[in-house]
């Protein structure tokens, strides 16, 4: 996609060029690894690293100079007739527009303006997680490194672009309704269960506080029969987020995009005709990127010490036969479209 859409050198230029994911015990030392190579630069962690923060700038960069942008400002209400979409904002004027797109992530609020209340399209998949930039006592050598505690929980750090920090996070299973903007509660959450775990977690909690980009997620998969209706579609998390686990979630949103930008064009003015085509054309799609993974959050949060053990043979298995062509096709699923060639206009 990003070379269709000729930004390959913009992101180049971001890539955190990781050396591969390794396991660590409560005392930092590592004991299972699988590097970059491992499946061809496309596995677990792959050649093509990027942070969200630095694609979505590289995007936003790449749109041309006459679009606007209305930033801190969101959608309230949709009135759609026949001619088009009476649009409310929180802030700004009520407007009209031909189209609306909701590509606000998981908890949209064009979702829920146009389609419902999230419960009818949110199946939590019992992982809750956090991540936050951090400054760490632990060299990660640009590596990605994972530590497995009992009861299902998981410490974990990445390279990050800005010298001297990594991006943090924190897992555990279950799922709760804790409300999304309620961070002491999230805070505490942690606090509660990750007091006894070892390795980096206790420099974690006693920075998650401070951190500037706290972000926290029941994770949940979005599931909708229609994702389009009238004049108004959604793309990407907010209308088939995979989660973090499938490791499909951005590619997903930027071949929605494509196609729905495609089918647009292709459709010379007929909206209704184009986001029905861009629904057919995603489904199948879909269908085989929303599976988890072999294990799906029991696999990568295992609770018991007896599987925590097990799963240090897992890296060492994942390179050989036959577990390697059990999990080699999960890599390869970002491929399983067959992408329609459109003469799309790009970069300025
Ligand atoms: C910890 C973690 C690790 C991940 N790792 C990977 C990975 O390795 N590979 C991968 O492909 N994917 C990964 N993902 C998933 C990936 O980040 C998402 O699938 C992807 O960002 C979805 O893009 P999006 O544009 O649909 O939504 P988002 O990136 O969530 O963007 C939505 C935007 O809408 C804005 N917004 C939200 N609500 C409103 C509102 N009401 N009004 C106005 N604006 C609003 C938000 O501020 C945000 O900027 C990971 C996700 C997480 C949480």
Known sequence: MIDRLGLTAATDARLLHQRGIASVDAHGRRYGSLPVEAFDGNGI????????????ETLVDAVPSDVRFRWDDTVVGLDEDADGITVSFETAATSRFDLVIGADGLSSGVRRCAFGPDTDFLQPIGLRFAWFTATVDCDLDRWYLMHNAPGGRVV??????????????????GSDDRPRHDRESQWQLFDDAFADVGWVAPQLLQQMRQADDWAYADLAQVRMNAFTSGRIALVGDAAYCPTPLTGLGTTLALVGAYVLAGEIQRADGDVARALVRYQQIMTPYLAQAQQLPPGGPAGYAPKSRAAIASSRLSYWAMKHWPVRNLVAPQFAKADGIDLPDYPLTTAK
């Open 45 to 56: 962690v792959s050649t093509h690293e990027i942070l969200r923060g630095d694609l979505a």
């Open 156 to 173: 974990s750090l990445r390279p990050s672009r800005t010298d001297g920090t990594v991006k943090a996070s924190l897992a555990l299973r």
